[in-house]
């Protein structure tokens, strides 16, 4: 799958525009103070001069526009009255007391009316407004141009930041890489950040079931190569007695005998077949049925079975209860769970069969008087190809019947439960939601 976009090049990228904007706007408000308070200052300072020279302190100096170094005077003091000088600057001689901006020969002027206490001489403090204008935006750059530097440290520290925190996703990518598809291993959760490790634990959790579902197959194959290779060999062996016959009737003898080993190895093949289909995804939709229906014709499948062993097949409480079923697998769960119970259970015994709705839930139990599951071994019948052993047993099988039903009720949303009874005997209960009607 082609990645959309890089998390760490969009992150950098909004923090980069985010930080720009703000140090613009940020940048552009403090220039503008700063703007505006260094002509606030100059003003203040025109005053100041103006205090100073209306109490006779200081004087003209409009003779010395230019100082010995040809460095221009900022600030102009000169009388009002004649007689003026060549350097002077020809003001308006009716000027008020105060400060005032005035456009003479196309320059602006900020300026100062003062009059002089001891002289009575009035006196204008005067400055170019260009010159007031760069001297304030001198001000605004002093103010704006460390707020730029600053944010583009700033902001190199942030990606240098972005770039460290990032760098434990891409070792885990890195080491991800490197598994081995057919023994995964869990990823190191120490020393991660506390929002990347509920993502390390639920990828964990993911390839702790990937190696249990491979230790499954691989074990699954294993014994189904087990199982399999007996009967062929048994196939095999009968075969070779068919071709040694020593007469008519008894290669009719051996052939039936290989006939029924065929049909062993063909219930062994659909078995395997079937436990694959349900331990793969394939899924198709789920139908609504009567759950009642399905027990009850499996009673009638099963009866002559059951009547062959001298077994006492019954039913009672089979109430009306519809469920989802998918493919038929819940037929055949009903019909493992009877078949079961009639090979376990001795001549003369008894099986009883009921159907309930408790809770939300429809209730299927099977109750048989067979020797039971020692307790040790009770949650292990679940697992293909394991077998338990007992005098009570009428045939030999396969130890796949329990593990398919398992299949099928997980793929339903149900749950087997196996319990020995105190008096002896076995009950197999499974529990499935159920519906309100039938589709």
């Known amino acids: 799958m082609k990645p959309t976009h890089s998390l760490q090049k969009e992150l950098s990228r909004w923090i980069i525009l985010t930080a720009f904007a703000f140090m613009v706007i940020g940048g552009l408000v403090s220039s ?107 001000s605004g750059l002093n103010v704006f141009l460390p707020m730029l530097v600053l944010v583009a440290l700033m902001l190199l520290m942030i990606n240098w930041i972005i770039r460290r925190e990032f760098k434990p996703l891409q070792q885990l990518a890195n080491q991800l890489k490197q ?55 048994a196939l095999s062996l009968l075969a070779e007695n068919v071709d040694n016959a020593s007469n008519e009737s008894d290669r009719n003898e051996r052939q039936k005998q290989l006939q029924k080993g065929l049909l062993r190895l063909r219930k062994l093949l659909n078995q395997l077949l079937d436990l694959a289909r349900l331990q793969s995804n394939q899924q198709n939709p789920k139908q609504t049925v009567s759950f009642k229906t399905i027990v009850l014709e499996a009673i009638a499948d099963l009866y002559p079975l059951a009547e062959k062993a001298d077994i006492d097949l019954g039913a009672t409480d089979l109430e009306e209860v519809s469920v989802l079923d998918q493919d038929s697998r819940l037929q055949q769960l009903v019909r493992n769970a009877i078949s079961n119970a009639i090979n376990h259970t001795p001549k003369g015994g008894k099986i009883n069969v009921s159907l309930k709705a408790i809770n939300q839930h429809a209730v299927f139990q099977v109750d048989d008087t067979g020797d039971g599951i020692p307790e040790e071994v009770i949650t292990q019948v679940f697992e293909p190809f394991y077998r338990v052993q007992n005098d009570a047993s009428t045939q030999t099988g396969n130890g796949l019947g329990l593990a398919i039903s398992n299949e099928i009720a997980q793929r339903l949303e149900g749950r087997i439960v196996l319990k020995n009874k105190p008096e002896g005997g076995l009950v197999f209960i499974y529990t499935q939601p159920y519906q309100d009607h039938l589709e």
């Open 179 to 233: 598994q081995n598809a057919l023994q995964p291993e869990t990823m190191p959760e120490k020393g991660l950040p506390l929002e990347i490790a509920p993502f390390v634990t639920a990828i964990n959790d993911l390839l702790e079931r990937i190696q249990q579902t491979l230790h499954r197959q691989q074990r699954f194959i294993a014994d189904a190569a087990h199982e399999l290779r007996t009967p062929v060999t």
């Open 32 to 138: 503008a103070i700063a703007f505006w308070e260094a002509k606030d200052i100059q003003d203040s300072l025109l005053r100041e001069i103006g205090s100073l020279v209306r109490y006779g302190h200081l004087g003209d100096n409009s003779s010395s526009l230019d100082n010995n170094e040809g460095e221009e005077i900022s600030i102009l003091i000169q009388p009002v009255d004649p007689p003026l000088s060549e350097h002077s600057v020809h003001f308006p001689q009716k000027l008020k007391e105060g400060l005032q901006t005035l456009k003479l020969d196309g320059e602006s002027w900020r300026v100062l009316m003062v009059t002089q206490l001891s002289s009575g001489l009035r006196y204008i403090i005067a400055q170019q407004t260009e010159l007031r204008d760069d001297l304030a935006l001198a």
